[in-house]
């Protein structure tokens, strides 16, 4: 049976489905992007074919496993048969095992066409891993909360640079309160598959733009070896005026309610300090959502001075605006890196 390399896999997905047959908690925990799952067992029947496999013997186990994919096995062919391919169907389990084999034969034997990845998710893992350690040339746009760096790595994405927006793929902003207005955050592990997703079909010799990051964003982690080279690549720096800053939080966060907001703020009120979050949590209450950002602002301004003041020989281009304008700002810095 025909077997894709995972380095390879990229160049066989043009028009042919890629169907995961692990478990569902094993696709919800990480998975290729795209893939489609079609679980050969069910979380518990995987659970009960591997305490027989450990506890009894893999003959129980192959057996206890032909008596659960038996009854399904046309329900799986006729699963297959709706999914349209070019070439064939691509199937993989965790470590390129008797799962997709299996499911694979399976598919053959009824007629259509398909493939395994060799190694599996296990394989898949690995490949992504070392693409992503490879020596990028990492520009990591830096600036004080509220300067709009979002915007501007979208602007230059729209410009045609290469850009891994990292909260995007994260949903999440960063902050105590960068959850609000997000789906559910991935695993990390997914995080991982997105990054490299994102990033797959970069020029290595190009430069590619990040928005300055803690190594935590909300409950995801940023790879280690990632995230040590986004640390100490050089940095892109701007300012914004003080007061541009607060109208632009309080124009994005006060769309939310004021208990959702009092509980980012107690998330912080060792760090904030016993009276500024007693002020901020009174100007709250008034509706006073300018007071409020002015109130985080020195806490998060605080921070994000110490972590600049450490990295200070990284910056290669630093520029105080009058005004927020992604255009202005996005071409000023493309015309002293491009030419």
Known sequence: MKSIEPNKLLNHLEGNPLVDVRTPAEFAAGHIPGAINIPLFSNEERAEVGTLYKQVSRHDAMLRALDIVGPKMSGFVKLASELSYTDYIIVHCWRGGMRSSSFAWLLNTAGINAVTVKDGYKGFRRYSASYLSREWKYKVLTACTGSGKTELLW???????????????????????????????????????????????????????????????????????????????????????????????VNEYAQFSNEELAYGISKITK??????????????????????????????????????????????????????????????????FNG
């Open 155 to 249: 602007t230059l994405r729209d410009s045609g640079e290469q850009v891994v927006d990292l909260e995007e793929l994260a949903n999440h902003k960063g902050s105590v309160f960068g959850g609000l207005g997000h789906i559910a955050q991935p695993t990390t592990e997914q995080f991982e598959n997105n990054l490299f997703w994102t990033m797959k079909d970069f020029d290595i010799d190009k430069t590619v733009w990040l928005e300055d990051e803690s190594k935590c964003i909300g409950h995801v982690f940023i790879p280690q070896e990632f995230y040590s080279k986004m640390h100490f690549s050089p940095l892109v720096k701007i300012e914004i005026p003080f007061e541009e800053r607060v109208a632009r939080l």
């Open 271 to 336: 760090r904030l300090g016993g009276d500024n979050t007693k002020n901020a949590l009174v100007a709250l209450e008034k509706g006073d959502y300018g007071e409020v950002a002015r109130i985080l602002l020195w806490y998060y301004d605080k921070a994000y001075t110490r972590s600049i003041e450490e990295r200070r020989m990284l910056v290669e281009y630093e520029k105080d605006f009058p005004s927020f304008s992604t255009n202005i700002i996005v071409g000023d810095i493309l015309s002293v």
